[in-house]
């Protein structure tokens, strides 16, 4: 064998290593944590030098495997058999019911790690997203190859590989589940159709079996693996029905059986093997009750939006990103180009108008492919004896059925791609979420295409002229999403066209113009996937960190670490202590009180929720659901009443509610606990941002079924400070309102200090007096007043020395316990008593 022959063999071997690497690469950048500020990269990374993990998901993911490698279940104990969690949602905690295959698979990853080294989990867990991502390349690729060719393939494993939606979930430092959900399902896809192309019985059966060994693994992997079975199954059904009863094609051979008959249908033999297969796989090692859950939460993904506006207390699901309707094209600033990737919208999120037109170009491609006529083969003028054929009739069937074969081909794609898109395209519009779903058959489709077009090139573009000015265009496409100026994109064209000019040889000419045409396709989404990577910045830093470790050393092990629920997943690894929600029960009741006891200006009604939370969790407000019968009714009561002694609070119930001394009593042992639980509050910096949504909970109207956003609005900068008629003048920029910035003006003269609110631009700028204006110099409060009574906005200023920070907020939040200890050091309050600081961190626990 001579080399050629080798290479020739070894290339789909090498072009699959070379794609893998590629995406792993830009996935890799992420480590880099490009987001951070060089100086302050530091304050980003654990003791061990990693950066924190980029969002809390991974912190739950992480301490399930760290259970599993240590207790050998993913949870905390065993409860009837089955794993429990008591980090989360305490009390009572909650049932480890998880796709368990990330455990697993890290796991094992992490064994094999420790016999070429010495590696902790959590750098295993750290590069884990990276690693499974980037493996979509190679089922995309041969997904693709399969119908088009080594480009077609090269250009869908990047495009898809480099989905911005999935490239944001499966970077370095990214530990989640999404890295299964798109190799998996790629895997079904191209081992089904495989199976449906295969001829041999024993091939297409072995595939079709694959199919279901890869549904088995999805299964382990996410509850969403049922969709993807749907949309086989509606191919299957619509594909049988536009072949046999449209295009009217027949079976080429008689039947002797039902048997014969059902193991010679090319689609309904391999789907059925595939859904009997993957069920009593599923049904063995997951239990066949999962099967009836997954079709249930197959049903449910359609409820997603109108379940979130049903429920008496306010669904947390309305502030998750993922869950929101997407835009389809993202317009604004935000458009200024739409060939470039992005998450803002569907065409973005999918990687961008270029990958969006190609993937729906991609199917119109197939079908025209599928009705080109066939090649005609003359047969020769002469007769042939019987029984015998030349081989010119056999080469003439043989190109016959090669072309029969070639449609059929194409038809199957084209279908496929078609259902695959239209189902996947209505699930997009139940959520942002669905967009990488979406992207997997646009990305294919796009590939398929661009395979197409470079068989198109390669037969019709033949003059040196001609191909030059196809590279001359590539080479500018290329150039496009990149930050250069117009001139060196003209430039890169012009360099490409001349290059073609100065090759003599053909052979040479038509695999640049191919080279060049692929890399305009993907060029966005590589471009895209850079930027994405390069920005990333970790999703906490050592301030709460270090203040999850002092609550470690410095507490007991029953206390519960209280908060909004964002950060409920590092709470319970870092501390190592209960928490009352978190990311994976953030749609409770508790959303409601939480937010409650940090909007009120209430003190010892924070205090009595977050003690009634943190000693019986939610029985208070269940039992008292039982009498009410009305979550309004049974809020109100508790409202009344937390903040009250226990015989002043039995007192209100009996007297203003109606209840008995019995029901007060069972309420008030879950209510105002003999015994509570210590408990630690945590607030932070982030929660200024997120205030809109937490305030939204605590101020749920349960007969209106909504609340009221409040915000603060913290500066972003301040300018240098400079004299104005012996006046110290310092302004702050806080937040931007469609084109006008808002911010303050301080004014320091002599001992006093003012401050108004200024909005305006560069041509004018109008001062607003607060409502409340709260001015603190060097830890002393030197201003706290009513300044205008009609206005909306209230400022706390912060100062040391000529170094000012600003806060403006809506006046419903000037005397709101999120204020009192986050912003004023718990001044003027006895209901809470400080633990301890950290950057940006500070922790409270009940006075």
């Not at 494993?157 to 999935?166: C, M, Q, R, W």
């Not at 010679?264 to 090692?285: A, M």
């Not at 870092?574 to 909007?599: C, E, H, M």
């Not at 630690?680 to 200024?688: A, E, K, T």
Request: proline share 4%.
């Amino acid at each position: 064998m001579d080399i050629r022959n080798l290479l020739e063999k070894l290339k789909p071997f090498i072009i699959i290593i070379l794609l893998f690497s590629a995406v792993f690469y830009i996935r890799a950048e992420a480590s880099n944590i490009g987001g951070v500020p060089a100086d302050a990269k530091d304050f980003y990374k654990d003791s061990d030098g990693l950066p924190y993990f980029s969002e809390m998901d991974s912190y739950y993911n992480y301490r399930l495997t760290m259970n599993y490698l240590t207790r050998g279940i993913m949870g905390d104990t065993l409860v009837d058999g089955k794993p429990y969690d008591l980090h989360s949602y305490y009390p009572p905690g909650r049932p480890v019911d998880y796709p368990p295959l990330i455990v697993y698979i890290t796991s094992a990853a992490y064994r094999v790690a420790n016999f070429f080294g010495d590696f902790s989990l959590k750098e295993v867990a750290f590069w884990m997203g990276a690693l499974i991502g980037s493996l979509c390349v190679i089922p995309a690729y041969l997904f693709v190859r399969r119908i088009t060719n080594d480009y077609g393939g090269i250009a869908a494993a990047l495009v898809v590989g480099l989905v911005p939606t999935y490239v944001a979930h499966t970077y370095a430092g990214f530990f989640d589940t999404d890295m299964f959900n798109f190799v998996l399902p790629l895997l079904v896809f191209w081992f089904f159709t495989e199976s449906m192309l295969a001829v041999d019985l024993k091939r297409k059966t072995a595939y079709a079996l694959a199919a279901a060994v890869s549904v088995l693994v999805f299964s382990a992997a996410w509850v969403g693996y049922i969709f993807y079975l749907a949309v086989l199954v509606a191919f299957i059904i619509v594909y049988s029905v536009i072949s046999r009863y449209v295009l009217g094609e027949k079976p080429d051979r008689e039947f002797t059986g039902k048997v014969d008959w059902l193991l010679h249908q090319r689609e309904i033999f391999p789907l059925l093997v595939l859904l009997i297969g993957g069920g009593i796989l599923i049904g063995i090692f997951g239990g066949f009750s999962s099967l009836t859950g997954a079709v249930t939460g197959l049903v449910s993904t359609t409820q997603i939006q109108a379940t979130a506006q049903t429920t008496a207390y306010p669904n947390v699901y309305v502030s998750v990103s993922e869950l929101q309707i997407p835009e389809f094209i993202t317009t604004g600033a935000g458009a200024k180009n739409l060939f470039m990737p992005g998450q803002g919208s569907v065409v973005g999120g999918v990687g961008g108008l270029l990958v969006f037109l190609l993937g729906i170009l991609g199917v119109a491609a197939l079908l025209w492919k599928y009705r080109q006529p066939e090649v005609q083969v003359k047969e020769p003028d002469r007769k042939i004896k019987a029984g015998k054929k030349s081989k010119f009739i056999k080469r003439q069937n043989k190109t016959r059925a090669s072309n029969s074969e070639m449609r059929h081909r194409y038809l199957l794609y084209a279908v496929l791609m078609a259902v695959w898109l239209v189902m996947s395209g209505y699930a997009v519009t139940k959520g942002s979420r669905f967009i990488p779903t979406f992207a997997i058959p646009l990305g294919l489709s796009a590939g398929i295409f661009t395979g197409f077009l470079v068989e198109y090139l390669r037969e019709n573009i033949k003059t040196t002229s001609s191909i030059a000015l196809v590279a001359f265009v590539a080479a500018i496409a290329i150039a496009m999403p990149f930050g250069v100026s117009v001139a060196v994109k003209l430039l890169a064209g012009v360099i490409a066209a001349g290059f073609i000019y100065l090759v003599r040889k053909p052979e040479v000419r038509a695999p640049v113009m191919m080279a060049l045409v692929v890399l305009a396709v993907v060029a966005p989404s590589v471009s895209g996937a850079h930027s994405l990577t390069s920005a990333v910045a970790p999703g906490t830093d050592d301030g709460m960190w270090k203040s999850m470790e002092w609550i470690k050393k410095n507490t007991s092990k029953d206390t519960v670490v209280m908060s909004w629920w964002d950060f409920g997943h590092l709470f319970a690894v870092a501390a190592d202590r209960p928490v009352t929600f978190d990311g994976g029960s953030q749609n409770t009741p508790r959303a409601y009180w939480i937010g409650k006891a940090l909007t009120t200006s209430n003190e010892t009604l924070s205090r009595g929720i977050l003690t009634m939370l943190s000693s019986s969790g939610d029985l208070a407000y269940e039992t008292l659901d039982n009498y009410t019968n009305d979550s309004g009714k049974t809020a109100e009561i508790l409202t009344s009443t937390l903040g009250l002694s226990r015989d002043d609070a039995r007192a209100v119930m009996t007297g203003r509610y109606g209840l008995t001394e019995k029901e007060a009593d069972s309420v008030l042992r879950y209510s105002h606990p003999s015994k509570p639980k210590p408990f630690v509050l945590v607030l932070s910096s982030d929660m200024l941002g997120k205030a809109p949504w937490w305030t939204y909970f605590g101020t749920w109207d349960f007969k209106k079924k909504t609340g009221s956003r409040y915000g603060y609005y913290p500066s972003m900068g301040s300018s240098k400070p400079q004299i104005v008629n012996n006046t110290t003048v310092i302004q702050t920029v806080n937040t931007m309102v469609e084109d006008n910035l808002v911010g303050t003006i301080i004014e320091k003269k002599g001992n006093t200090t003012n401050a108004t609110i200024a909005i305006g631009n560069n041509r004018t700028v109008q001062r607003i007096n607060p409502h409340k204006l709260i001015i603190i110099e060097g830890n002393l409060l030197v201003r706290n007043e009513i300044v205008d009574s009609n206005a909306q906005l209230s400022l706390i200023v912060i100062g040391s020395g000529n170094q000012y920070t600003t806060v403006i907020m809506n006046r419903e939040l000037e005397d709101a316990v999120f204020t009192k200890l986050f912003l004023l050091g718990g001044f003027n309050q006895t209901s809470f008593k400080f633990l301890h600081q950290e950057p940006g961190v500070l922790l409270w626990t009940a006075a």
